[in-house]
């Protein structure tokens, strides 16, 4: 599988990634709002093979992409479109980005491609996605993929000590 946008390409994990993913998993801005404390090669490297288990089921019904820069054939995050069973009506995207590549455009651009693939693919209606409230940066992206804020869920998670709020778009 695999898609392109003007500067980035989207496509299938390979097993030889996870050393790219465990880079940018270290991060502490990465890791801020995710409920990992670390990123220890072993759970990367599970986090790869979950992937590549996906992409030879039949029907393949969820795309975790690798996103590649173009320019620099760097892998810089992940993408995904996904439903929860065949057959579903709806399906969900979610996204995670090297924090080097922040405030770049590249997770609009990322999550833009794999919602006119998850439309035109599946014909699902609608596609939503969660992200922690907190964060603000990846509600923007939502917004500016033109998804609306569906709710608030309060408390909603709980990780790090504390209680995290979800918000919700569709």
């Known amino acids: 599988m695999k898609l392109e946008t003007e500067r980035l390409i989207l496509r299938d994990f390979v097993k030889e990634d996870w050393q790219a993913v465990a880079a940018y998993n270290a991060d502490p801005l990465y890791l801020r709002y995710n409920d990992a404390t670390h990123a220890t090669p072993e759970r990367v490297q599970e986090f790869i093979s979950w992937f590549l288990d996906q992409q030879v089921q039949e029907p393949r019904i969820k795309f975790h ?9 760097e892998l810089i995050g992940n993408c995904n479109v996904r439903m929860d069973e065949v057959n579903a009506v709806e399906a969900d995207i979610g996204y995670e980005l090297d924090p080097k590549y922040w405030n770049h455009g590249y997770a609009t651009e990322a999550t833009h491609a794999v919602v006119d693939f998850g439309f035109s693919h599946f014909g699902v209606h ?11 940066g990846s509600a923007h992206v939502l917004e500016k993929l033109g998804m609306k804020l569906e709710g608030r869920l309060r408390e909603h998670q709980f990780y790090k000590d504390r209680w995290w709020d979800t918000l919700m778009y569709g």
């Open 65 to 73: 992409m690798a996103v590649i820069l173009k320019s620099s054939n």
């Open 126 to 136: 609608p596609i939503w996605a969660h992200c922690v409230a907190d964060n603000i």
